[in-house]
């Protein structure tokens, strides 16, 4: 299977595996469930990629970095469960997994699986949003609104929706279900490079909060800040931030 697929069925595989994690930890308590659907993920997701995919190196959130992928040319960066949180939490459905593949400098190919509502958006087959003529709708944390997300409401007089992990955010805008998610300040390579490969598949917007481009693989995971939008927003976003 080329890249695409494989960074699809890899997603939903590791979501129907966290399905069973949360099954069979019900009743254990939600440190327990956290870490097991963590390890569990990150151990399949590890293999199939070793079995798949030899010759890559792969970066994730739950596993020691190796420096050796600053000199690969292909890297898959991964975050077995995004939304460790909200996967504790049996009644919530926003937790994701993402599979990403960086080649030759480039998200190459990328897909968010949402298990619990049976969704797996990947390249290159996402669709642009349809239209939408409302209020602009602002994807934001349900426990921790960042400041910078009320200021792109005030300015395009929007409306925050509250929502979980980072990759059911992006998912939002892509799938239409808000048409802008900005964050600033504490995250990491591997939440958001396979969004952000979605949702450019998709015709969206994304770049950091000053309008650069957002840069993978490099020695430093931390990529704090992030825009995703509808692309007639975005101007109206960065001069917001600015």
Known sequence: MNDHQLAAQLAADAGRLLLAVREELADAPPAERKAAGDKRSHDYLMTALAAERPDDAVLSEEGADNPVRLNTERVWIVDPLDGTREFSELDRDDWAVHVALWQAGELAAGA???????????????????????????????????????????????????????????????????????????????????????????????????????????????????????????????????
């Not at 049976?118 to 602002?138: E, K, N």
């Open 112 to 242: 968010v699986a949402m298990p619990a509502r049976g969704i797996t958006l990947a390249t290159p087959t996402v669709t642009a949003p349809s239209a939408y003529t409302g209020q602009p709708r602002i994807a934001v944390s349900r426990s921790r609104p960042p400041a910078i997300a009320e200021t792109v409401r005030e300015r395009l007089d929007g409306v925050l929706v509250p929502m979980g992990s980072a990759g059911v955010k992006v998912a939002a805008v892509v799938q239409g279900a808000a048409d802008v998610y900005v964050h600033a300040g504490g995250q990491y390579e591997w939440d958001s490079a396979a969004p952000v490969a979605v949702a450019r598949a998709a015709g969206l917007h994304t770049s950091r909060i000053d309008g650069s481009p957002l840069a993978y693989n490099r020695p430093d995971p931390l990529l704090p800040d992030l825009v995703v939008c509808r692309p007639e927003y975005a101007q109206a976003v960065l001069a917001a931030i600015g």
